[in-house]
Nanobody, 115 residues
């Protein structure tokens, strides 16, 4: 499975961005997917996750009510709609997918929120 993120950029505080993660390869094996982020000098942390059918989602407390994760299985694409962005949301955002044995990562897309 290959994952390619897009949609990052520079935005002012209070603004919005939508990240996309396009999956290719053996996508039929993917179970859950998620978005992680890593700020400079910090560990990579889970931002949001979604089940294979999109029926269940989970969010980090820091983004609840501001971010929405979704997926379009017909397009093999996952999204992260980010709103009310804060400077502390600045990080490299990574797409993750996994089955019962393997985890795959994208190369990341940078999100920078200016105050």
């Amino acid at each position: 499975v290959q994952l390619v993120e897009s949609g990052g950029g520079l935005v002012q505080a209070g603004g919005s961005l939508r990240l996309s993660c396009a999956a290719s390869g053996s996508t039929f094996s993917i179970n859950a997917m998620g978005w992680y982020r890593q700020a400079p000098g910090k560990h990579r942390v889970l931002v949001a996750a979604i089940t294979s059918d999109g029926g269940s989602t989970d969010y980090a407390d820091s983004v609840k009510g501001r971010f929405t994760i979704s997926r379009d299985n017909a397009k093999n694409t996952m999204y992260l709609q980010m709103g009310s962005l804060k400077p502390e949301d600045t990080a490299m955002y990574y797409c993750n997918a996994h089955d019962y044995e393997t985890s795959w990562w994208g190369q990341g897309t940078q999100v920078t929120v200016s105050s």
